[in-house]
C-alpha cells in the first residue's frame, strides 16, 4: 500500500492497510493507524501519531516544527485521534516546552484547504475549520466549533462547545459554548440555533441557551451579576451547566 516514490523513515510505524501515495514523506517516530491515506506529496514529520482511519490529502503538512522563535528543536508531539481529515495544504504543528508539549486533535474533524493549527492547541472533536481558518498558538477549540473561511483565532483563546466564528471575523478573547461571533474583532451576534437544532437540542433547550445569551450580553449586567443569574437558571436547566463552567474559567476575558 506505500508506493515506491514514497519516503517512509525506518523509525516510522504504519499500520499494515495504510495508503501512502507517491512523493510522500513519513518521518522518524510517525506512527500511523488502521485505515489512514497519506496523499501524494503529504508530509508527515516526526513524533507524531495518528489514530485510525485518517485522511491527509496531498500537499497537506503534518507534524511540522512549531513555528515560535524560541523553539530549539526539542522533542515535542503531535497527537491526532480517529477519522480526521486534512485537506490540501494544510498545517498542523507540534507542540512546545513552554506549555505541555503537544498539539492535541480530537476525533472526526475537518481542516479545509489551507487551514492552519499552531502550536500547542487542543482541538476537540467534529470540529470544522475552513478554507484559511487559522489557530494561534495555545488555542483550545470545544466540541462541534464552526469555524468560517478566512477567521482567525489569537494565541491562548479558549472557544467554547458548538460555538461559530463567521467568515473572516478575529476572535481575541474567549468564547463561550454556543455563542456566534462576528467582526474584526469579533463580537457577539446571536446563539448558533441552526447549529444545535441540527445536533438534537430541542426548541426548549435552545430557548433556554437564548435566554442565557440575553442575561450575559442584552441586559446590561455587569459580569458578576449575570454568571450569578445563569448559576440559578442552571440548577434546572441542564443546558446552561457548560456556558456558566467556561465563563467561570475563562483566563482571558469574553467576548462583548
Known amino acids: 500500500m506505500i508506493d515506491a516514490r514514497a519516503l517512509v523513515s525506518p523509525e516510522a510505524k504504519l499500520a499494515p492497510d495504510v495508503t501512502v501515495g507517491p512523493f510522500a514523506i513519513v518521518g522518524p517516530g510517525v506512527e500511523v493507524g488502521p485505515g489512514c491515506t497519506i496523499g501524494a506529496h503529504a508530509i508527515i514529520e516526526r513524533d507524531t501519531r495518528l ?43 507540534r507542540g512546545t516546552t513552554k506549555d505541555r508539549g503537544v498539539t492535541r486533535i480530537g476525533n472526526q474533524n475537518l481542516f479545509m484547504s489551507y487551514s492552519h493549527v ?61 455563542v456566534m461571533v462576528v467582526g474584526q474583532p469579533a463580537v457577539p451576534h446571536s446563539v448558533n ?3 444545535l437544532k441540527r445536533r438534537g437540542y430541542t426548541p426548549g433547550n435552545i430557548r433556554n441557551i437564548r435566554n442565557a445569551f440575553r442575561t450575559l450580553y442584552r441586559e446590561d449586567r455587569k459580569l458578576v451579576e449575570a454568571v450569578d443569574e445563569l448559576r440559578k437558571v442552571a440548577t434546572d436547566q441542564p443546558e446552561i451547566v457548560p456556558f456558566v463552567a467556561f465563563i467561570e474559567a475563562a483566563t482571558r476575558s469574553l467576548v462583548r
Open 193 to 195: 440555533a441552526e447549529g
Open 51 to 93: 489514530g485510525a482511519r485518517n485522511h491527509v490529502h496531498s500537499f497537506a503538512s503534518i507534524g511540522s516544527a512549531p513555528q515560535d522563535k524560541s523553539y530549539k528543536g526539542e522533542p515535542t508531539r503531535l497527537e491526532i485521534g480517529d477519522d480526521n481529515v486534512f485537506r490540501e495544504f494544510c498545517t498542523v504543528n
Open 118 to 178: 499552531a502550536h500547542d492547541c487542543i482541538v476537540g472533536d467534529k470540529v470544522v475549520l475552513a478554507n484559511l481558518a487559522t489557530l494561534g498558538g495555545h488555542v483550545q477549540l470545544g466540541d462541534w466549533v464552526i469555524m468560517g473561511g478566512f477567521s482567525g483565532v489569537h494565541q491562548f483563546c479558549k472557544v467554547g462547545a458548538h460555538a461559530f466564528i463567521a467568515n473572516n471575523a478575529a476572535v481575541t478573547r474567549d468564547v463561550p459554548p454556543y
